[in-house]
């Protein structure tokens, strides 16, 4: 075989051995690419779960909180104590009605809220 032929199966061989190199390359980025696609995907829905769960949790707190708040009126607006015993009852059934769902958003955020957040829920 003369020189051209070895410069040619050379130059073939060193073609191939590049293309296949820079498709490893490639895949290993797409990869990457995915990968960290799809931890950001992740990430924003733990982040979107987690505000969801701390919305829903400080708007029942404030509701019962409300409901407690409207105690200390009950004894300030009210001086006949059968009406402010049928006011306190009133809140008292507001109060339970309103406890289960406090209870339940404190257990989302719970499960979903960072430590130092869901030892204070």
Same mark, same amino acid.
């Given at each position: 075989m003369d020189s051209t032929a070895w410069v040619a199966i050379l130059t073939g061989g060193t073609a191939i051995l590049a293309g296949w190199v820079t498709s490893l390359g490639n895949a &290993?980025? %797409? &990869?990457?690419?995915?990968? !960290?696609?799809?931890k950001a995907q992740q =990430? !924003?829905?733990?982040?979107? !779960? &987690?505000? +969801?769960?701390?919305?829903?949790?400080? @708007?029942?707190? =404030?509701? +019962?909180?409300?409901? *407690?708040?409207? /105690?200390g009126d009950v004894y300030m607006q009210l001086t006949q104590q059968d009406e402010q015993l049928e006011k306190i009852q009133d809140l008292r059934t507001a109060l339970r009605?309103?406890?289960?769902? /406090?209870?339940? *958003?404190? &257990? %989302?955020? /719970? /499960?979903?809220?960072?430590? @130092? %957040?869901?030892? +204070?829920?």
């Amino acid at each position: 075989m003369d020189s051209t032929a070895w410069v040619a199966i050379l130059t073939g061989g060193t073609a191939i051995l590049a293309g296949w190199v820079t498709s490893l390359g490639n895949a &290993r980025s %797409v &990869r990457i690419q995915a990968e !960290a696609s799809a931890k950001a995907q992740q =990430h !924003a829905q733990i982040r979107e !779960a &987690r505000r +969801t769960a701390y919305l829903e949790f400080l @708007e029942q707190a =404030h509701i +019962t909180g409300e409901l *407690c708040y409207r /105690l200390g009126d009950v004894y300030m607006q009210l001086t006949q104590q059968d009406e402010q015993l049928e006011k306190i009852q009133d809140l008292r059934t507001a109060l339970r009605n309103a406890y289960d769902p /406090l209870a339940r *958003c404190a &257990r %989302v955020v /719970l /499960l979903q809220g960072h430590g @130092e %957040v869901s030892v +204070t829920a």
